[in-house]
Nanobody, 119 residues
């Protein structure tokens, strides 16, 4: 199973920016570039929700309407890394952000990194 570790979370004021990273390792039969990658988040008292997705080659992305135009997902297959640049952060962006890898119907999750937007 792929091992995913998120980093880069923290506290920021509304309107600020944060950059998250997801480091992937533990590949056996397939390389990082074989996995579609996603970011999810979970706010306190709410269910986990989709944030953004990127294709294996990184040539196509998808965003939740709530973050479109503010967040940018990217990946570096040579480094086994995925990123999420978050700009113009809002209070409602607060939550634990999770990295997700999908291949052949199987998925792996990281432990999450906390993002807190407050004044």
């Amino acid at each position: 199973q792929v091992h995913l570790v998120e980093s880069g979370g923290g506290a920021v004021q509304p309107g600020g920016s944060l950059g998250l990273s997801c480091a992937a390792s533990g590949f056996t039969d397939f390389t990082f570039s074989s996995y579609a990658m996603n970011w999810y988040r979970q706010a306190p008292g709410r269910e986990r929700e989709f944030v953004a997705a990127i294709t294996r080659a990184g040539d196509s992305t998808l965003y939740a309407d709530s973050v479109k135009g503010r967040f940018t997902i990217s990946r570096d297959n040579a480094k086994n890394m995925m990123y999420l640049q978050m700009d113009n952060l809002k209070f409602e962006d607060t939550g634990v952000y999770y990295c997700n890898a999908v291949h052949g119907g199987r998925e792996s999750w990281g432990q999450g990194t906390q993002v807190t937007v407050s004044s």
